[in-house]
């Protein structure tokens, strides 16, 4: 959510922003804001105006009792009872004013960073750089289920009588690896400086409608049935979520926290959900961190962020890019984004394995999240970023470690995590 006071002193910026978003349909929101701050600046003044005639009025009926002027003081009364039932209208009015303001900021996007490229959507993301050598093997690689079943580490038909599509067992190797990607992206992270957490796995409505847009929310979140609680699509929301309503020591920033949870996403729509595979379920594991810090420290920490990811994947010995995200591929609360996709050897083509953000004030603005500084108190600046998330970065894994004989070479990084083994044997 951007401040109001943008709106107030620059609207054709606003406006130009949400064309730059390809969403023209948002155009009247800004005159809409205009116009319902208006009314309410004047209703408050109003309101004071009275509250200031009020207490004058209130100050005069002591004297005029003292010289018996009953008839006087009765007018004053009158007046000032009048006064206040309209002081009651007006509070009733701004709140309603209030109510519609906030509906129509909550859904104008933040003001993206000069340095995004313009285009509609995904497609004109834009290639940054390349990291590893992307290599086609002379030999076919498998789909990803089947690989994993040639190794007896997928279970779906299973996972499909107890959960239904979109689900999944992984079993042995497999398994392990899995825990394996996760604790060594965890312990890299702490070596960087990262506060390790686990966080609560649901959270209630209103931090939700704090971290990310309404559209976002109903297209991914599982609602708990009779309570105000929804089930996390990233561990970021409730890390967030963890800060608001709090003002933090300016010499606490910036804060750095790395965090491990389940996953769980509708992922309805469109994109349906693969009946062999793994790379799009309902319920997945990730390695996330977040940053909260001063605002000119934002675009400094989003670039430390990505290249975490990147440190990560290579040392797992898997080629990626950063793509940076078009204006048209950002969520309403992103400033600037960027993808990191893994290299398919399968496929010949890259796929998305993390996403890292910078938001601006825009969640904190939300969630009330400020730091104290010393000419006074602002809201911080957020970031997220993916380290690992499972399953996607299990498929990256084994398509690129993936020989010939049909076993999967471990790196030396994750072999203390694995055991010390060095490969996982066809079966």
Same mark, same amino acid.
């Given at each position: 959510?951007?401040?109001?006071?943008? #709106?107030?002193?620059?609207?054709?910026?606003?406006?130009?922003?949400?064309?730059?978003?390809?969403? !023209?349909?948002?155009?009247?929101?800004?005159?809409?804001?205009? *116009?319902?701050?208006?009314?309410?600046?004047?209703?408050?003044?109003?309101?004071?105006?009275?509250?200031?005639?009020? +207490? @004058?009025?209130?100050?005069? #009926?002591? /004297?005029?009792?003292?010289?018996?002027?009953?008839? $006087?003081?009765?007018?004053?009364?009158?007046?000032?009872?009048?006064?206040?039932?309209?002081?009651?209208?007006?509070? /009733? *009015?701004?709140?309603?004013?209030? *109510?519609?303001?906030?509906?129509?900021?909550?859904? #104008?996007?933040?003001?993206?960073?000069?340095?995004?490229?313009?285009?509609?959507?995904?497609? %004109?993301?834009?290639?940054?750089?390349?990291?590893?050598?992307?290599?086609?093997?002379?030999?076919?690689?498998?789909?990803?289920?089947?690989?994993?079943?040639?190794?007896?580490?997928?279970?779906?038909?299973?996972?499909?009588?107890?959960?239904?599509? &979109?689900?999944?067992?992984?079993? &042995?190797?497999?398994?392990?690896?899995?825990?394996?990607?996760?604790?060594?992206?965890?312990?890299?992270?702490?070596?960087?400086?990262?506060?390790?957490?686990?966080?609560?796995?649901?959270?209630?409505?209103?931090?939700?409608?704090?971290?990310?847009?309404?559209?976002?929310?109903?297209?991914?979140?599982?609602?708990?049935?009779?309570?105000?609680? =929804?089930?996390?699509?990233?561990?970021?929301?409730?890390?967030? &979520?963890?800060?608001? !309503?709090?003002?933090?020591? $300016?010499?606490?920033?910036?804060?750095?926290?790395?965090?491990?949870?389940?996953? %769980?996403?509708?992922?309805?729509?469109?994109?349906?959900?693969?009946?062999?595979?793994?790379?799009?379920?309902?319920?997945?594991?990730?390695?996330?961190?977040?940053?909260?810090? @001063?605002?000119? $420290?934002?675009?400094?920490?989003?670039?430390?962020?990505?290249?975490?990811?990147?440190?990560?994947?290579?040392?797992?010995?898997?080629?990626?890019?950063?793509?940076?995200?078009?204006?048209?591929?950002?969520? !309403?609360?992103?400033?600037?984004?960027?993808?990191?996709?893994?290299?398919?050897?399968?496929?010949?083509?890259? %796929?998305?394995?993390?996403?890292?953000?910078?938001?601006?004030?825009?969640?904190?603005?939300?969630?009330?999240?400020?730091?104290?500084?010393?000419?006074?108190?602002? %809201?911080?600046?957020?970031? +997220?970023?993916?380290?690992?998330?499972?399953?996607?970065?299990?498929?990256?894994?084994?398509?690129?470690? =993936?020989?010939?004989?049909?076993?999967?070479?471990?790196?030396?990084?994750?072999?203390?995590?694995?055991?010390?083994?060095?490969? #996982?044997?066809?079966?």
């Amino acid at each position: 959510m951007i401040d109001i006071n943008l #709106i107030r002193t620059n609207p054709e910026l606003v406006k130009e922003n949400i064309k730059k978003k390809f969403q !023209d349909q948002k155009l009247p929101l800004v005159d809409e804001v205009i *116009e319902l701050d208006k009314k309410n600046r004047a209703l408050k003044q109003e309101g004071d105006d009275l509250r200031a005639k009020r +207490n @004058k009025l209130s100050s005069q #009926i002591g /004297a005029l009792m003292r010289e018996k002027k009953l008839d $006087e003081v009765d007018a004053i009364k009158a007046e000032v009872k009048a006064g206040a039932e309209r002081v009651l209208e007006i509070e /009733a *009015e701004q709140s309603k004013i209030d *109510e519609e303001i906030k509906k129509r900021m909550m859904v #104008i996007p933040n003001i993206i960073d000069s340095s995004v490229p313009i285009g509609k959507d995904d497609s %004109f993301n834009v290639e940054v750089q390349r990291f590893g050598e992307a290599v086609v093997p002379s030999y076919e690689i498998p789909y990803n289920a089947d690989i994993l079943n040639s190794v007896a580490g997928l279970d779906k038909e299973s996972a499909g009588r107890t959960s239904g599509n &979109g689900f999944y067992y992984l079993i &042995g190797d497999i398994a392990r690896l899995h825990e394996a990607m996760i604790a060594y992206s965890r312990d890299y992270m702490i070596n960087q400086g990262f506060t390790y957490c686990i966080p609560p796995f649901m959270i209630h409505s209103d931090v939700v409608t704090g971290v990310m847009s309404f559209a976002e929310m109903n297209a991914m979140m599982y609602k708990i049935e009779g309570e105000d609680l =929804y089930l996390i699509g990233t561990s970021e929301h409730s890390m967030i &979520g963890r800060f608001k !309503d709090q003002i933090i020591k $300016e010499e606490e920033l910036p804060i750095k926290m790395t965090s491990y949870s389940p996953c %769980f996403r509708k992922e309805g729509g469109a994109h349906g959900l693969e009946e062999r595979g793994i790379y799009r379920v309902h319920q997945f594991e990730k390695q996330e961190m977040i940053v909260l810090c @001063k605002p000119e $420290e934002a675009l400094e920490n989003y670039e430390k962020m990505w290249r975490y990811t990147v440190e990560v994947f290579r040392n797992m010995e898997i080629p990626v890019r950063q793509l940076e995200c078009c204006s048209g591929d950002l969520a !309403d609360l992103k400033v600037k984004s960027c993808d990191i996709e893994a290299w398919s050897p399968r496929q010949q083509k890259y %796929f998305e394995v993390g996403s890292c953000s910078t938001l601006g004030d825009a969640q904190a603005r939300r969630l009330n999240i400020r730091a104290k500084g010393k000419d006074g108190n602002y %809201f911080v600046h957020t970031l +997220n970023n993916t380290v690992l998330a499972s399953p996607r970065a299990i498929i990256a894994f084994i398509e690129n470690h =993936y020989m010939e004989d049909g076993s999967i070479t471990i790196p030396e990084c994750l072999r203390p995590y694995m055991g010390g083994i060095s490969k #996982i044997e066809k079966k």
